[in-house]
C-alpha cells in the first residue's frame, strides 16, 4: 500500500526534480497529480516512465490526498497550502512562506528527522533556504561531537536558485558577450551575472545583510541549535546548478582535522572528497544530479583556538529544494504514515 502525492508547481525546475526524485528513489506511490497553473494546464511531465498532464490547482480538490509537495512561490502557496492541510493532506512546501512560524517544522532529514512529527498543528512542514539545506548537513555531526560557537560561511549560488528566468539570463547573457549586436541588459538580476558576481542575493534588510544571509542565520538556528552564531555573505555566481559554500566553523572543544574529516565520511547525506593534490576537491559542475552533500578542503584555522574550514557543494534544485522535499515525505511516511 502506497500513498496519493500530489506534485504543486510540477512545470517548474523544482516541480520537475521533484518528480523525478520520486520516481528515481522508488517513492511508495499510489497515484500521483501533478498540479500547475491555470497557464500550465495541460502541459506534459515526466515521472518515471509515465507522462503525467497537468491539472488545475485552483479547483484541485485534496481531500484524500496523503501528501502535498508543494513547489510554487509563497503568494500561491498562501493561498492553496492552508486549503490542501485542511483537507487532511500534509503539506510540504518549498517556499519561505512557513519556515519562521514555530507552529511549523523546518526540517533537514539529516539533521532533525523527529521535527517531522510537529507537522500536526498546521498539517505543514517547510523546507529550508537551499543554501541553508547542504551548511546544516556539514555542520550537524561536527556540532555533536564539539558544540559549534560561531559560523562564517560565504556562499556561490547558482543562478538556477532563481528559477528558470535566471537560467535564462545566464544563458542569453553569455551568449551576448559575443555578439555585440545582441545586448542584453540585466532583467532577473541586478547586473550583469555572465562573467561576473554579484554580492546580492534577495532583498536588503535594514542592517545591511540581504534576506538570503538572514534566512541562512534565522534557519540554521531553527534547525541545529539556537546558540550558534552564523555570519552570512551570499553570492551570485555564474553556473548553472550547484550551489558552493566556504565555511569557516569556531567550537568550544578542539576538534582536530582528521577527526573532522572522519565524522563528516560516517555521516548521512555526505560524500567526502578530499584530497591535498589537483583536483581533489569536488566543484559545482561535478554535483550535478547527485544526492550527496560534497564536503571538501577541510583543514585546521590556525588563527583561532578551535577552527575549522571546509568546502561544501550541493545540486541546489536536488538537497537545496527537490531532495530534501522528498526525504521529508520519505520520514514522515516512516515516522507519521507507516504505508508503503
Not at 298 to 305: E, K, N
Request: with cysteine.
Amino acid at each position: 500500500m502506497g500513498y496519493k502525492i500530489a506534485v504543486v508547481g510540477a512545470t517548474g525546475n523544482v516541480g520537475r526534480e521533484m518528480l523525478n526524485i520520486l520516481a528515481e528513489r522508488h517513492f511508495p506511490v499510489d497515484e500521483i497529480v501533478a498540479l500547475a497553473s491555470r497557464r500550465s494546464l495541460g502541459s506534459e511531465v515526466s515521472f518515471g516512465d509515465r507522462t503525467l498532464t497537468t491539472k488545475d490547482l485552483d479547483t484541485f480538490d485534496f481531500t484524500g490526498w496523503d501528501i502535498a509537495l508543494f513547489a510554487v512561490g509563497s503568494d500561491a502557496t498562501k493561498i492553496y497550502a492552508p486549503k490542501a492541510a485542511k483537507a487532511g493532506c500534509i503539506v510540504i512546501d518549498n517556499s519561505s512562506l512557513y519556515r519562521y512560524d514555530p507552529d511549523v517544522p523546518l526540517v533537514v532529514p539529516e539533521v532533525n528527522p523527529e521535527a517531522v512529527l510537529g507537522y500536526a498543528k498546521k498539517n505543514i512542514i517547510a523546507n529550508p533556504n537551499c543554501s541553508t539545506a547542504q551548511m546544516v548537513v556539514a555542520l550537524k555531526p561536527l556540532h555533536d561531537r564539539a558544540r559549534i560557537k560561531r559560523v562564517v560561511v560565504s556562499t556561490y549560488q547558482s543562478v538556477s536558485g532563481a528559477g528558470k528566468e535566471g537560467i535564462d539570463e545566464l544563458w542569453d547573457q553569455t551568449k551576448s558577450i559575443y555578439n555585440p549586436t545582441d545586448d542584453k541588459p540585466a532583467k532577473k538580476f541586478t547586473k550583469q551575472i555572465a562573467f561576473n558576481v554579484i554580492p546580492h542575493i534577495d532583498v536588503f534588510l535594514e542592517d545591511g545583510q540581504t534576506k538570503e544571509e538572514w534566512k541562512m542565520v534565522a534557519e540554521t538556528k531553527k534547525i541545529v541549535d539556537p546558540s550558534i552564531k552564523v555570519t552570512a555573505t551570499c553570492v551570485r555566481v555564474p553556473v548553472f546548478v550547484g550551489h558552493a559554500e566556504a565555511i569557516n566553523i569556531e567550537f568550544e572543544d578542539h576538534l582536530d582535522e582528521a577527526e573532522a574529516r572522519d565524522i563528516l565520511r560516517e555521516a548521512p547525506g555526505i560524500m567526502v572528497i578530499d584530497k591535498r593534490e589537483d583536483g581533489g576537491y569536488v566543484t559545482p559542475v561535478e554535483c550535478v544530479g547527485d544526492f550527496a552533500t560534497f564536503i571538501s578542503r577541510i583543514r585546521q584555522d590556525p588563527t583561532i583556538d578551535n577552527g575549522i574550514n571546509l568546502w561544501c557543494v550541493s545540486d541546489n534544485l536536488r538537497k537545496g529544494a527537490a531532495l530534501n522535499a522528498v526525504q521529508i515525505a520519505e520520514t514522515l511516511g516512516q515516522r507519521v504514515l507507516k504505508k508503503g
